[in-house]
């Protein structure tokens, strides 16, 4: 859906009315779910940091990042968002994660890796370290999102955390996405464009950071977030259903691996 929309969008323009557009859902919810908004003390940080980090910070610095290296080098460098989710934890319990959470986390990523290589390869024609530390940059914030969320959602619910951070994003790019965005440029955009923002929206940044949240508060941070390194997984596999994509022996190994790693730390 995102290949779609940058087909009539730019991928900056793209990442900011994918969360403007998901304003009037998330209004909606918290109006019919009588949602309270955190406004005291250090939660109101907290879903103020939410908002900009996991809203607006990881969505724009990934899309400027994928701009200017390649698809490869992205992907790599987004996969390590776990390990910086799971040493974020730990530095705020101040307790240093286990030998079998680095055993996990190293062979999911390994996967991770070959499963990437195989899918797009990892040409450095294209590819720049400016463009992959904006990625980086981008998964380290999503990182900082997962804590401050962790924080808010075992007393708020996971509904409330998502819908008011939307909100707040929403509001503070509004602005600058009606300086980039013509009305001519809006009125220009075909049907599946809308179609592929209003999935990205209500789909992306509301159904899918919702229950991510409520799984972050039942799991932990570590724990959960390892779960991120079945996106490339889920990704080819649809590929292979709707793009008719090959999946190659290759790629079918490097889909156990990952999931061999993810085992190793959802084991209590």
Not at 21 to 42: E, K, Q, Y
Request: no cysteine; charged share 10%; glycine share 10%.
């Amino acid at each position: 859906m995102t290949k779609l929309s940058t087909d009539t969008i730019g991928g900056f323009e793209l990442a900011m009315m994918r969360t403007v557009a998901s304003i009037p859902f998330a209004v909606l919810l918290i109006i019919a779910m009588r949602l309270a908004l955190p406004r005291r003390g250090r939660d109101l940080f907290d879903i103020v940091a939410v908002a900009i980090t996991g809203l607006i910070g990881f969505p724009v610095l990934f899309t400027m990042g994928v701009a200017y290296t390649t698809a490869g080098h992205a992907a790599v460098a987004a996969a390590a968002t776990p390990v910086f989710a799971g040493l974020l934890e730990a530095a705020v319990k101040r307790r240093w994660p286990g030998l079998r959470w680095w055993a996990g986390i190293s062979v999911a990523f390994a996967g991770a890796v070959i499963l990437i290589v195989e899918a797009v390869g990892l040409s450095t024609a294209g590819a720049t370290w400016q463009g992959d530390l904006l990625v980086i940059g981008g998964g380290f914030s999503a990182a900082l999102s997962f804590t401050f969320g962790g924080r808010l959602t075992p007393r708020f619910g996971a509904p409330a955390v998502t819908m008011w951070s939307v909100v707040i994003s929403g509001f503070i790019l509004l602005p600058i996405l009606v300086t980039r965005v013509s009305v001519a440029e809006f009125e220009a955009l075909p049907v599946m464009g809308w179609v592929s923002i209003l999935y990205l929206s209500a789909g992306s940044s509301i159904f899918a950071y919702m229950t991510w949240f409520y799984a972050l508060s039942r799991g932990g941070i570590g724990r959960m977030s390892v779960w991120q390194f079945a996106l490339p997984v889920v990704g080819i596999m649809l590929a292979a259903i709707f793009l008719q994509e090959p999946l190659t022996p290759l790629l079918v190994a490097a889909t156990v691996v990952i999931l061999l790693g993810v085992g190793l730390i959802q084991r209590r």
